[in-house]
């Protein structure tokens, strides 16, 4: 049985100039049905999670009312987890919505800030300014949640080092700050930066935004455990780290996914169809090779890397055997290393992880 479940929340308030992903704007009816919906589902449902995810999209875009219906529905599965995450942006983050997240167990929040130069704000369409940023900090902390997580993006259209290396500083040594996402602009087709024709920044400077991050988060005490994460004081996200270990997953709502009993599933994002119920999601079932593959491309993201005894127990091969050829050439280049426990990348191979994978691709 799952221990751990994501559910989207389709929903923002505005659309960022970058995202493509699966994702409406906010409409108060919608947002009604939606939630009727998706709380039918939750009630099909009688796990007991250790995780919990409720991402989007912008949780936070939903009405004070709406969210308390939806955590109140998922508090019988949530009570006892570890970690309860929920996604929220500044904008439409209040200290009701705060208190009313901690009172149904929420004990972890992943900011949406990006980056806290106001121009670049300006330029990718998000609507809060840096100012704003420590408000929501306060507020979170003030609530009783002090498991803050926060993404920052760089590549941005006329970013330079030096802002990234700005924003890096002032998040690493923010006090209420234990846990930081990076990730690197690509310019989707289907985003308004995709339709304007901007180009994604250099290559060159790219691996100098991520080298610089490694540096300065692992100067401020951050461990770099996965690949775009870093935690503090030993705050990993529990909940990701089910997706990187490969372990099963329930997905709710349009536009969510989805892991369970050798089924990875996708809930189409169609909200009207959804909404009517009609909606079915697509599934593909994994093969044992197809999931061994998966163990080894999501577990190398993970600075541990694979845990070998439970790649045996779990697909009654060792993995030094399954992958012999594609190991022993990666530890040639210098970017992998095997012990007895565990299949790991260098810090070279983590860098390159996108060519180690290559060869042991099925
Ligand atoms: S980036 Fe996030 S907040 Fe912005 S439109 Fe996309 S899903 Fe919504």
């Known amino acids: 049985m799952s221990q751990s479940l994501y559910l989207h929340v389709p929903f923002c308030d505005h659309i960022c100039a970058y995202c493509d992903f699966e994702r409406c704007r906010s409409h108060p009816l919608l947002m009604e049905k939606w939630c009727e919906r998706i709380i039918e589902e939750i009630a099909e449902h009688h796990e007991i999670l250790k995780t ?27 009570q006892n987890a570890k970690e309860f995450t929920v996604e929220a942006n500044i904008e439409n983050l209040t200290p009701e919505k705060c208190r009313v997240l901690s009172s149904y167990h929420v004990n972890r929040i992943s900011l949406g ?41 760089y590549g941005l259209p006329s970013q330079t080092l030096n802002m990234w290396q700005k924003d890096l500083e002032w998040a690493a040594s923010h006090p209420l700050i234990s846990h930081i996402s990076i990730y690197s602009l690509t310019i989707e087709e289907n985003s308004k930066f995709g339709r304007q024709g901007i180009e994604p920044c250099s290559e060159e400077l790219d691996a100098d935004m991520y080298e610089s991050a490694i540096q300065i988060l692992k100067s401020h005490g951050y461990e770099h455990y996965e690949i775009s994460n870093f935690a503090k004081n030993g705050r990993r996200s529990l909940h990701n780290i089910q997706y990187w270990k490969y372990h099963d997953f329930i997905g709710l709502g349009c536009g969510a996914y989805g892991l369970e009993n050798h089924v990875y599933y996708h809930i189409p994002f169609q909200l009207n ?49 399954q992958y012999k050829k594609a190991i022993q050439e990666n530890i040639q280049k210098g970017y992998l290393e095997l012990t007895e426990d565990s299949l790991f990348c260098t810090p070279k191979g983590f860098e390159l992880l996108h060519e180690v994978l290559l060869v042991f691709m099925p």
């Open 52 to 78: 919990c995810y409720i991402g989007g999209g912008t949780p936070s875009a939903l009405p004070l009312d709406l969210l308390e219906k939806l955590l109140q529905a998922l508090s019988p599965l949530c």
């Open 113 to 153: 800030i990006q980056t806290l130069q106001d121009e670049l704000l300006r330029i990718i369409e998000r609507h809060h300014r840096k100012e704003d940023v420590e408000k929501a900090l306060q507020m979170i902390h003030e609530a009783g949640i002090h498991n803050i997580s926060v993404d920052l993006i």
């Open 273 to 321: 169809d959804y909404i009517k119920g009609t909606l079915k999601r697509i599934e593909e079932i994994k093969s044992k090779e197809d999931e061994m593959f998966e163990c080894v491309m999501m577990g190398l993201r993970l600075r541990e890397g694979i845990n070998r005894h439970d790649f045996l127990m779990r697909f009654d091969i060792d993995l030094a055997d």
